[in-house]
């Protein structure tokens, strides 16, 4: 048919038809491919900038938590005290909100203190930076004579703490383009208040460099982002966003390579086009159907760019962006006096472990199994969106607190299930930070960061939980701060100490001890560990209290006989790379009879199959250390931690022995337990005995050895010494005449 049609008279015309209508679609897919193009830069332009304000914000809400404080009206504006302003202003604003600038402003607008990256005696060299915050600092005093005196405004209020007065922009400085906020330092309780109508101001400011720009550019994709002077060369290939002051003035220019749809299209479809010139007839009729099927295409690569800006490219969920529209529109909703909604936070507690034994592939795979597991989980109407690496969120509609907590437990459940991806089995476990929005008066980022402080509370209780946005939880953050810096001056002080607790053999024979650390704070009195081993583990201290414990526990133990001497080690500091040398050199500097010492760990150190934690575990063992597995039962115990692991012992937690007796499915577990730890040919303890019932108990279930109230509390290396020169210690906690002695 072909040859007949290219033969015939027809030819010319057809040609001629041909060849236009080639030349015409040519063009029309041209000025197509260009207007996606464009259209694609200019969404991807729309999102940056509105990404970009929305960090900015971020960042100037962050110093709220110390500029909104008592202690800084004290310590900022009634008189000034330089040592405090650096270990709680400095140190907080360049510490641990990762900001480059920090000045403290008087009440007469002279600087006071001032901070420049880690340089604390930085005042001269912020001229440029406090002349480009002056128009804030203006903005700041005048919202402060609108408020008019605190303490009328404080009983207004009803004593809530006042709103955050701050005010933000970008500048053009020496230091390079800042993200600058002034915040007025105001009282949260009115403990303490300021002297006169004018308060002190904190000035906070970012530098906006690569890494600022590297934290937008994942967010939003964009891919090869760089930033520099507005008068740079423009990037061939690239689309261009000027950073502007609030005057409009150019202070940064930021460029990346966009998504070119069009492009992409025209480079599909032109082969085919040529083709279709070249073959003359069936060109013409082919054309309309190309054509058209090309106008589809067009068609479909705009939604799918609209869909690449509002959604995850690995798991095809929404990202942060369509998910703070959506709490928008909740919010909405809220105001039209529907339900409130609840937002979750969520956290997979082992994903960069799993990345780093297993690569990218395998945690590529780990995060599809899991949002598929967690879009179970959620309800049709609800939003689960994937807001970073391991990072999910989620709405949930018509939420009240009883279906917000059945989600955050549903969804801590499922991430506890073992996963089969391809790289084997693994366990990511998550942790979750709930809040029920009931006040349409909020905003959506603000739903968002509730959430987000409920979820650091979660994982500072020590992960695989949940935990509810709380107000208070600002203040919490400030406590554990300041926890954190009286815990470091007691390292430096002394102010530490390790209690010894007696472990006994069933006939009453004293053969361990658990050493537990102790600190005695000059105005708090005892703290117990359980509050400041966690802030410690947060923190870079966690290797300090770790190593003086051990270097404690070593020396005493020289003076303890042949007592075995347990040590707690917490995982943070397990990881460490410098551990085991630091351990290692310890042992040869003490001399301790290592075969004496026992190392407990924690479950949660064996999750995720790390390899790097067997390799620790066996150099640890060949050192010659005994490893306890502490509060056996309490975590995800498995059987196949037993038999992979190098341990000696399981301590089965103190939750089970208090339960002795009044719950059967206690005296189960226990006796599960024990049967285990025989055929595993592994020592058992139980810890926290307190009753001679749980004893008994314990003895018949064939778990010799005891730990806890009954037999003596934590008391002191010379207190252990002295019982270990009396016969027959327990005999009255036994309640029966001691058949044993203590031997040494
Ligand atoms: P843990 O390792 O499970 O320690 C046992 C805890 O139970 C100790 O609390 C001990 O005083 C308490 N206890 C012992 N017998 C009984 C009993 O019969 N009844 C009751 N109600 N409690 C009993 P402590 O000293 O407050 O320590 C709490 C936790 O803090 C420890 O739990 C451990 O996880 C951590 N910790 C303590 N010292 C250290 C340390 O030096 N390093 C590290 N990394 N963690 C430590
Ligand atoms: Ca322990
Ligand atoms: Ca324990």
Redesign the pocket.
Known sequence: MRNKLLDSGQKWPLTLVSASLGIGVIIALMAFANMADRSAVEREQALFQNGFSGLLDEHARRPTAVALWDEAVRNLDVSFDPEWTESNIGEYLSGVLDLDLAVVLDRTDAPIYAKLQDDPGALSKVGSALAAAAPLVENVRAAERRRGPIADHMSAMDGQPPKVIYSTSISQTDLGPLALTATLVQPDFGLALPQTSRSAVLVSGEIIDQDFLTVLADRYLLREATLSAPTEARLPGHAALFLRDSSGRAVALVQWRPQRPGAEMLRLSMPLVFIALTALIILAMRYQGKGRQATERLVASEARVTHLAYHDALTGLPNRLLLVERLRSALDAVRADQQGFAVLSIDLDRFSEINDSFGQQASDDLILKVCRLFAEACGPSDTLARLGKDEFGILQTNATRESADALAMRLIQLANEPLEIAAGRVFSGCTVGVTLIEDANLDGLECLRRADLALNRAKTAGRAQYAWFVPDMDANLRQRLEMREDLRAALANGDLS??Y?PQVHHGGELYGV?????WNHSVRGQV???LF?PVA?ESDL?DS??MF?LRRAFEDSKQLGNLRVA????AA?FRLSEFLPNLAALVSETGVDVERIEL?I?EGLLLGDDRSTLQTLADLRALGFRIAL??FGTGYSSLSYLQRYPIDKI?I??SFI?NLGADPSADAVVNAIVRLARALRLDVIA????TEIQRIRLAAAGCDDI????FG??MSAQAIRHLLNTSSPFTEALGQKAKHRVVV
């Open positions: 390790v209690a607790q658990e050493a537990l650390v102790r117990p560990p359980a081993v583990e966690i209290l770790g414990v040590v707690n080690i917490s500091q407990e924690t502490d509060d301590k937690d103190r208090s810890e926290g005995v307190e730990q806890g109230y009954l509390k934590p």
